[in-house]
């Protein structure tokens, strides 16, 4: 994953911060494109600035005027990449890649997926040359519509350029089927000779051949891709249609649910609650449509793993799909959840921390988002912190100097090169977002604005990872570069965290340390509770329709109440029972459990921000070549090589617990420096 610091929780799911992210602000990822992996975007995720320790740093101090002038961010430039969305070039490309299919059509013919054995080695190896050609081409004028689309959601154009690319990419991902089935059955000899000539496809071959015992036959593989643009993406697709049409109701003014749920971080409870409850409202109108499709997705992808298991003759669970796309074992799961579960008591320690900041004993869903209160110590005419762009980025580079020189000259030139977008729009897409063209191997960073605050400056620090991450890939071999949503937000979240040490440095009061504990406070509910009754209703969601029930709107509620219930206790007036509707991770296509891999990406991101202080000066190396590795590796792997650590043992996932806790003791102890009653 491939995303919005305050997102994970927002009930609006339209928005693609990606993350959530889960310091839960507005983010969530739009499904992917059926196109190569490895240009897709990456969501802001669920997050915070994760730190513990601060630092010192010389930052230039915004002018005394900037709090009465309006902050805005810049415009990207993606030029580079194309001139416009109907360029000869663009086009150029779109003709190629149908050339390209063709071309594998003829030789992917040649190829008999019931003798693998047989199969000619320098075919195989064109196929791949070819096939990732027309992937480049694929992904980066998808890559460029979807970022023209981002700017101005109304364009036509871009739609229909975006529709070509999925329906490009269904028809190159059905001439290259029997490459892809003869890789994954062939005798391992054969494999080998073909790997000796593309060794860079080690990793994803290997791995893709531990399935090869649930892959059907070419026709019905055919059968599932074809099908599915119409039929299993086309859910995704309906649920985004319906969520942008959505208008709701908020004290008398109609607006669309985007622009509701951004005044669930409104600093006025009165206005967070009728925006909650009209985003509920709203969606109880299209609660049919919602469950329907949440009953077709969980339905489509269990019978294909019935399928498939009948032809292993072995059952397929259904979390073995999003273990698989994340690379990591049952186990690790099981273990981070055990640790996450045993956690419940801190998370639910937060709110309460939270609930009396705000003279309350307990917290509201519409309250989850809420900023930091201004306490009777405070200084009411402080505003809180607001960053010019060029400032924040200053900010951002110094802090991620520590780690080494060229970290911040890479964030530095990040802006310069006008690879960020962070302009006001009426028609510019909600969230934040990373993404890369494939051909240039340069990131793109996308906020739907930019005003200075806190959550934007810690946005553009996760996303700014995230493109580091990309950046220190770009000289390695595509099929290397494709790392899995867990390990994606090791980067992003290591980010934050230095950033918010920073921050935290400049912190002159128990006001202003309490102000930063509370994002701290904010992502350890967002990871310790709100992502794990996300999971929790996924699996009980999957177990009714695996038992055959294809549940009401009314039973999906009593599932999400119930699963939120189980995490936050009676730490919350009452619970979401809409969550379900409103969270649009649950209705994407492309991922499965969209959920876990946030709490892994933000546990593991503490292990290995823990490792800079213990690792001093060799840190920045190990660091990039930790991040190199997440391609080519399982979890379980990158872990043990870089951490020497085993992440299928409980106790990993609780020290990155340990650090958490200590994070909120010193929130909690700020909140009594500046005369809360707890």
């Given at each position: 994953?491939?995303?919005?610091?305050?997102?994970?929780?927002?009930?609006?799911?339209?928005?693609?911060?990606?993350?959530?992210?889960?310091?839960?602000?507005?983010?969530?990822?739009?499904?992917?494109?059926?196109?190569?992996?490895?240009?897709?975007?990456?969501?802001?995720?669920?997050?915070?600035?994760?730190?513990?320790?601060?630092?010192?740093?010389?930052?230039?101090?915004?002018?005394?005027?900037v709090a009465t002038e309006a902050i805005v961010g810049p415009a990207w430039n993606n030029s580079d990449a194309y001139g416009s969305l109907n360029c000869e070039e663009l086009t150029a490309d779109l003709v190629e890649v149908e050339r390209l299919v063709g071309e594998l059509q003829t030789l992917c013919a040649t190829l008999d997926v019931t003798a693998c054995d047989t199969a000619d080695v320098e075919v195989l190896v064109k196929v791949s040359k070819i096939n990732?050609?027309?992937?480049?081409?694929?992904?980066?004028?998808?890559?460029?519509?979807?970022?023209?689309?981002?700017?101005?959601?109304?364009?036509?154009?871009?739609?229909?350029?975006?529709?070509?690319?999925?329906?490009?990419?269904?028809?190159?991902?059905?001439?290259?089927?029997?490459?892809?089935?003869?890789?994954?059955?062939?005798?391992?000899?054969?494999?080998?000779?073909?790997?000796?000539?593309?060794?860079?496809?080690?990793?994803?071959?290997?791995?893709?051949?531990?399935?090869?015992?649930?892959?059907?036959?070419?026709?019905?593989?055919?059968?599932?891709?074809?099908?599915?643009?119409?039929?299993?993406?086309?859910?995704?697709?309906?649920?985004?249609?319906?969520?942008?049409?959505?208008?709701?109701?908020?004290?008398?003014?109609?607006?669309?649910?985007?622009?509701?749920?951004?005044?669930?971080?409104?600093?006025?409870?009165?206005?967070?609650?009728?925006?909650?409850?009209?985003?509920?409202?709203?969606?109880?109108?299209?609660?049919?449509?919602?469950?329907?499709?949440?009953?077709?997705?969980?339905?489509?992808?269990?019978?294909?793993?019935?399928?498939?298991?009948a032809k292993a003759g072995r059952e397929v669970h259904y979390l073995d799909g999003a273990l698989h796309q994340n690379r990591m074992s049952r186990a690790t799961l099981d273990a981070m959840m055990q640790a996450i579960t045993e956690a419940k008591g801190l998370g639910q320690r937060c709110l309460k921390l939270q609930a009396a900041a705000n003279g309350m004993t307990s917290l509201h869903p519409a309250d989850l988002m809420a900023p930091p209160p201004v306490l009777?110590?405070?200084?009411?005419?402080?505003?809180?912190?607001?960053?010019?762009?060029?400032?924040?980025?200053?900010?951002?580079?110094?802090?991620?100097?520590?780690?080494?020189?060229?970290?911040?000259?890479?964030?530095?030139?990040?802006?310069?090169?006008?690879?960020?977008?962070?302009?006001?729009?009426?028609?510019?897409?909600?969230?934040?977002?990373?993404?890369?063209?494939?051909?240039?191997?340069?990131?793109?960073?996308?906020?739907?604005?930019?005003?200075?605050?806190?959550?934007?400056?810690?946005?553009?620090?996760?996303?700014?990872?995230?493109?580091?991450?990309?950046?220190?890939?770009?000289?390695?071999?595509?099929?290397?570069?494709?790392?899995?949503?867990?390990?994606?937000?090791?980067?992003?979240?290591?980010?934050?965290?230095?950033?918010?040490?920073?921050?935290?440095?400049?912190?002159?009061?128990?006001?202003?340390?309490?102000?930063?504990?509370?994002?701290?406070?904010?992502?350890?509910?967002?990871?310790?509770?709100?992502?794990?009754?996300?999971?929790?209703?996924?699996?009980?969601?999957?177990?009714?329709?695996?038992?055959?029930?294809?549940?009401?709107?009314?039973?999906?509620s009593e599932m999400m109440s119930a699963a939120w219930e189980g995490r936050y206790g009676e730490t919350l007036e009452e619970m979401d029972p809409m969550f379900w509707a409103t969270k649009l991770h649950f209705h994407l296509t492309g991922i499965e459990f969209y959920n876990f891999p946030y709490s892994f990406g933000y546990l593991f991101a503490l292990g290995v921000y823990a490792k800079q202080e213990e690792m001093g000066e060799a840190f920045h190396d190990a660091?990039?070549?930790?991040?190199?590795?997440?391609?080519?590796?399982?979890?379980?792997?990158?872990?043990?090589?870089?951490?020497?650590?085993?992440?299928?043992?409980?106790?990993?996932?609780?020290?990155?617990?340990?650090?958490?806790?200590?994070?909120?003791?010193?929130?909690?102890?700020?909140?009594?420096?500046?005369?809360?009653?707890?």
């Amino acid at each position: 994953m491939q995303h919005t610091s305050r997102a994970l929780l927002r009930t609006a799911n339209i928005t693609k911060r990606a993350a959530a992210s889960l310091r839960l602000a507005p983010s969530t990822c739009r499904p992917s494109l059926k196109v190569p992996a490895w240009h897709l975007k990456t969501c802001r995720a669920p997050m915070s600035h994760l730190s513990w320790r601060a630092r010192s740093v010389s930052v230039d101090a915004p002018d005394a005027d900037v709090a009465t002038e309006a902050i805005v961010g810049p415009a990207w430039n993606n030029s580079d990449a194309y001139g416009s969305l109907n360029c000869e070039e663009l086009t150029a490309d779109l003709v190629e890649v149908e050339r390209l299919v063709g071309e594998l059509q003829t030789l992917c013919a040649t190829l008999d997926v019931t003798a693998c054995d047989t199969a000619d080695v320098e075919v195989l190896v064109k196929v791949s040359k070819i096939n990732q050609e027309a992937g480049i081409l694929l992904g980066n004028v998808a890559v460029y519509a979807n970022c023209e689309l981002s700017v101005n959601g109304k364009s036509q154009e871009a739609k229909q350029t975006l529709a070509q690319t999925r329906s490009l990419s269904s028809k190159l991902s059905q001439a290259v089927q029997p490459h892809s089935m003869v890789l994954r059955l062939a005798p391992e000899a054969l494999v080998q000779q073909y790997l000796e000539q593309v060794p860079e496809e080690a990793f994803a071959v290997e791995h893709a051949r531990r399935l090869k015992d649930l892959t059907l036959s070419l026709e019905e593989e055919n059968l599932v891709t074809a099908l599915g643009v119409d039929g299993h993406s086309a859910w995704g697709q309906l649920y985004n249609s319906i969520s942008a049409a959505l208008s709701c109701d908020v004290d008398g003014e109609k607006m669309g649910v985007a622009k509701a749920a951004g005044m669930l971080s409104n600093p006025d409870r009165s206005k967070r609650l009728a925006a909650w409850k009209a985003i509920q409202a709203a969606w109880r109108g299209q609660e049919e449509a919602a469950a329907g499709i949440l009953n077709a997705l969980a339905g489509w992808r269990l019978e294909l793993n019935r399928r498939r298991g009948a032809k292993a003759g072995r059952e397929v669970h259904y979390l073995d799909g999003a273990l698989h796309q994340n690379r990591m074992s049952r186990a690790t799961l099981d273990a981070m959840m055990q640790a996450i579960t045993e956690a419940k008591g801190l998370g639910q320690r937060c709110l309460k921390l939270q609930a009396a900041a705000n003279g309350m004993t307990s917290l509201h869903p519409a309250d989850l988002m809420a900023p930091p209160p201004v306490l009777a110590s405070g200084d009411a005419t402080k505003g809180p912190l607001r960053l010019p762009f060029d400032s924040a980025i200053k900010v951002i580079a110094d802090a991620v100097n520590t780690v080494g020189p060229s970290v911040g000259t890479f964030v530095q030139d990040a802006s310069d090169r006008k690879w960020i977008e962070g302009t006001e729009g009426d028609s510019k897409m909600p969230g934040a977002y990373c993404t890369k063209f494939p051909k240039l191997r340069e990131p793109r960073v996308y906020l739907s604005s930019y005003t200075g605050s806190y959550q934007h400056v810690s946005t553009l620090a996760h996303e700014l990872g995230h493109a580091f991450h990309n950046h220190v890939m770009r000289d390695m071999p595509l099929p290397e570069t494709r790392y899995p949503m867990n390990l994606a937000e090791t980067a992003s979240i290591f980010f934050e965290t230095v950033v918010g040490d920073q921050l935290l440095s400049l912190a002159a009061t128990p006001q202003e340390r309490m102000q930063y504990g509370w994002y701290d406070a904010e992502s350890a509910v967002a990871f310790l509770l709100n992502i794990p009754a996300r999971f929790d209703f996924e699996c009980a969601l999957y177990e009714a329709r695996s038992a055959g029930r294809s549940l009401t709107p009314e039973e999906l509620s009593e599932m999400m109440s119930a699963a939120w219930e189980g995490r936050y206790g009676e730490t919350l007036e009452e619970m979401d029972p809409m969550f379900w509707a409103t969270k649009l991770h649950f209705h994407l296509t492309g991922i499965e459990f969209y959920n876990f891999p946030y709490s892994f990406g933000y546990l593991f991101a503490l292990g290995v921000y823990a490792k800079q202080e213990e690792m001093g000066e060799a840190f920045h190396d190990a660091y990039v070549a930790l991040l190199r590795d997440t391609g080519r590796m399982t979890a379980e792997e990158v872990v043990q090589k870089h951490l020497g650590t085993d992440i299928e043992d409980v106790e990993f996932w609780r020290g990155s617990i340990r650090i958490i806790e200590a994070k909120i003791d010193a929130f909690e102890a700020a909140l009594k420096e500046s005369g809360v009653q707890l």
